[in-house]
């Protein structure tokens, strides 16, 4: 099966678009219902550009689901060097913004997630 076949590959596709085109209100929802929708573990890429997503918008306990989601099947992104850190930045992160109750009040009419 080519590697957009699977429903959950194509909304990580759409959801990384919207991303990056720094529409994360789209994003968030496409990537949790992409999310939702894999039936196997190969669902970490698409929780940490959702969590990633969520923090764009200033909303790190969203952000942290996702990676809630994560931690307990991290070896997949554990194996990659890269990715390893960029993961571990991003947690270290969302973790600080928590703790620091530095989470900023959305705005109306904002790019804020649902």
């Known amino acids: 099966m080519?590697?957009?076949?699977?429903?959950?590959?194509?909304?990580?596709?759409?959801g990384k678009v919207l991303f990056h085109l720094g529409r994360n209100i789209e994003a968030v929802r496409i990537l949790e219902e992409a999310a939702s929708l894999s039936k196997d573990d190969d669902n970490d890429f698409i929780l940490e550009l959702g969590a990633?997503?969520?923090f764009?918008?200033?909303d790190p306990k969203r952000a942290f689901a996702a990676i809630e989601q994560i931690l307990p099947t991290r070896e997949g992104i554990m194996s990659s060097g890269p990715r390893r850190i960029a993961?571990?930045?991003?947690?270290?992160?969302?973790r600080r913004a928590l703790s620091s109750g530095g989470v900023q009040t959305r705005t109306e009419g904002a790019n804020t997630a649902p």
Not at 9 to 14: C, D, I, R, S, V
Not at 87 to 94: A, P, R, T, V, Y
């Open 87 to 94: 993961f571990s930045l991003l947690e270290e992160k969302i």
């Open 56 to 58: 764009a918008l200033k």
């Open 2 to 14: 080519p590697l957009l076949g699977k429903p959950h590959h194509k909304g990580f596709a759409m």
């Open 52 to 54: 990633r997503a969520s």
